[in-house]
């Protein structure tokens, strides 16, 4: 038997007012350490799941178990980074890091509040920022303020919302690079929602296809045949690449019109699981 | 190579100030040729007009003395008619102080509630649109009636009529705070009272500031008018008794006091303001 997954989705469903769901019948496990992405057209309800894992959002149907214990409101266990940085403007990066490790370990020194910040504003490289507003920042540096404060309370879980699509090419490759080590080294458990083919097959596991909305379903679910670790310098060069993102775009761009999902054979509670290898 | 923007206006700043000045001279007559005075119409229009003028209104030599003369002893106190310009300054400043006070106590607390909830900011609305455009002096006489203390009616007063603004700005500011700002505290488990002070308060604090910029500003306009109302006491009184007693010089060193003063109570505020302001 496999391991109990670190959260299991059942029959969620979500609706605003009456009419068709936004999405229905969305059913899908994470295992521990796992990287998945969630990919969909613009609408289709990435957001909404996301909210729900994170507990800011109320499904309308369906159940979320997180370690075996259903979702009840925001946890520290569950850190999100904004797909705006979300950063709070009148503190500095290191009063906005500190802001989460108090909320994580309120019974802290301030010592030891500030070597920890310290500590995580290294690893994304931003010691020499500290005493900066965020207000002075660049796009690619808040961002990393915002990862720096979503690591720094060691949470089981990272949920994140499209957290490099406002980012200039560039940037978006070098903290791309720097997620997929951070979280490969902590085998940090992660939700990601992208409309970057190449995002995903960079940094994740398994990526989850979505439908267009309304009434939006997981299509498919793709699992990146790339073994780990994968850098963004080589990874298109990996055999199976150009035929996973083939199959992607193909269906960003074909199929997500409720491809398979009328199908006879389809079962939502077990997406049909694609395992491409390299293009004999 | 030009002087400097600021250097220039304040050059023409002294210009127009020199211009009025000797306009104000000339006009008043104190200047060469002008006309000799029967002295008994001068008897006949009190002691301004004495000096020579040929017009009640004193000149800005004359004014110039009494303001010099007020300002080498402003805290004289002499019986109920016949105190220092600056006691009378420092009871109109105190009940503004306490009638603001007062009014800040009740308007942040309330504004964070009506911020907060969308009910209490339908059910509280059309209570504020009745209120609001009420002349805080058509309170003085329920106030005189009730309290029975003219001291305490200002003050009441004072506080009615700053209590609006500050009310509104609060309220709105608390209300568009950035929702993502709110998540970030949801997602880190923060304490109601930890998201009040460290979230809410400083995002709302520039809104609230500028409201309580307004409200000082309202509360010196209104505290001279209740003054000259209830009498006794304050530089409202003052500018009224000095009317009383056809001492036009008095009156006018009453009004550049009374800019003065309020212009300090407004550059305090944007102090406030600029130190609680921040940038996204
Ligand atoms: N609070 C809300 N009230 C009404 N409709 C909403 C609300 N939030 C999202 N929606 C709708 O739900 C759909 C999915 O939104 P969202 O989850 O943000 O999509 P995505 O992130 O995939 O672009 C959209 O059509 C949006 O208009
Ligand atoms: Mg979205």
Same mark, same amino acid.
């Not at chain 2, 400043?93 to 964070?112: E, T």
């Given at each position: ?13 979500? %609706? ?19 990287? $998945? ?9 990435? *957001? ?24 009840? &409101? =925001?946890?520290?266990? %569950? ?9 709070? =403007? ?32 290294? $690893? ?17 540096? %808040? ?30 490759? *070098?903290? #791309? ?10 085998? #940090?458990? $992660?939700? @990601? ?32 045949? +790339? ?11 990996? =055999? ?41 | ?16 100030? $020199? ?8 006009? *008043? ?27 009640? @209104? ?27 310009? &600056? ?11 306490? &009638?603001?006070?007062?009014? @800040? ?35 003085? =006489? ?65 809104? +609230?500031?500028? &409201? ?50 309020? @212009? ?17």
């Amino acid at each position: 038997m496999p391991p109990e997954p670190l959260v299991r989705v059942d029959g969620l469903m979500k %609706r605003f007012g009456t009419g068709a769901p936004v999405f229905a019948d969305v059913y899908f496990r994470i295992a521990e350490g796992e990287f $998945v992405c969630l990919i969909g057209h613009s609408g289709c309800g990435k *957001t909404t799941i996301l909210n729900v894992l994170a507990g800011l959002d109320e499904a309308s149907d369906g159940t979320v178990l997180f370690a075996g214990r259903e979702l009840d &409101g =925001p946890s520290l266990d %569950r850190a999100v980074i904004f797909q705006g940085h979300a950063l709070l =403007p009148w503190l500095d990066v290191e009063a906005n890091v500190a802001f989460a490790v108090r909320s994580r370990w309120p019974r802290w020194s301030n010592e030891q509040v500030r070597a920890h910040v310290a500590e995580q504003l290294g $690893v994304v490289g931003l010691g020499q920022a500290a005493k900066k507003k965020p207000s002075a920042l660049s796009g690619g540096m %808040r961002q990393r303020v915002g990862i720096a404060r979503a690591l720094a309370i060691r949470p089981r879980m990272l949920l994140m919302d499209e957290p490099f699509s406002a980012l200039d090419a560039l940037t978006r490759g *070098t903290l #791309q690079d720097e997620v997929a080590r951070l979280c490969a080294e902590t085998r #940090q458990t $992660v939700f @990601m929602i992208t409309h970057d083919v190449d995002e995903a097959l960079l940094l994740a596991d398994r990526i989850f296809l979505m439908t267009n909305g309304p009434d939006a379903r997981i299509a498919e679910i793709v699992v990146n045949t +790339i073994p780990g670790p994968r850098r963004r310098h080589d990874v298109h060069h990996h =055999p199976a690449y150009p035929a996973l993102r083939n199959h992607l775009l193909d269906f960003l761009i074909e199929r997500s019109r409720g491809f398979g999902v009328g199908a006879a054979d389809y079962d939502p509670k077990n997406p049909p699981e694609i395992r491409l290898e390299a293009a004999a | 190579m030009k002087p400097s923007l600021g250097l220039r206006a304040g050059a023409v700043s002294l210009l127009i100030f $020199v211009v009025f000045i000797a306009a104000w001279y000339l006009a *008043t007559g104190a200047g060469p040729g002008a006309a000799t005075v029967d002295p008994a119409y001068a008897k006949l229009v009190g002691a301004a007009a004495a000096g020579g003028g040929k017009s009640a @209104m004193p000149g800005p030599d004359v004014v110039a003395a009494t303001l010099a003369k007020h300002l080498a002893d402003p805290f004289f106190d002499r019986g109920p008619n016949d105190k220092g310009i &600056g006691i009378q300054l420092l009871f109109s400043i105190g009940r503004v102080f306490l &009638g603001f006070g007062l009014a @800040m106590l009740v308007a942040i607390p309330l504004g964070f509630v009506i911020g907060l909830s969308p009910l209490m900011q339908r059910a509280l609305d059309p209570f504020i649109q009745v209120l609001k455009p009420i002349s805080p002096l058509a309170w003085m =006489p329920l106030a005189l009636y009730t309290i029975k203390d003219s001291a305490a009616s200002s003050i009441f007063v004072i506080f009615v009529c700053s209590l609006w603004p500050m009310l509104i700005n609060t309220a709105f500011g608390v209300a568009s705070v950035r929702r993502e700002w709110l998540n970030v505290a949801r997602t880190l488990e923060c304490r109601p009272l930890r998201m009040a002070f460290r979230v809410v308060l400083p995002a709302a604090a520039p809104t +609230i500031v500028t &409201g309580m910029r307004i409200s000082i500003g309202i509360a010196w306009l209104v505290i001279v008018a209740a003054e000259m109302l209830v009498g006794g006491t304050g530089i409202g009184y003052f500018v009224w008794n000095e009317w009383n007693n056809l001492s036009i010089a008095n009156v006018v060193v009453a009004i550049v006091m009374i800019g003065l003063i309020g @212009m300090a109570l407004d550059q305090g505020l944007a102090f406030a303001q600029r130190k609680v302001s921040w940038v996204e």
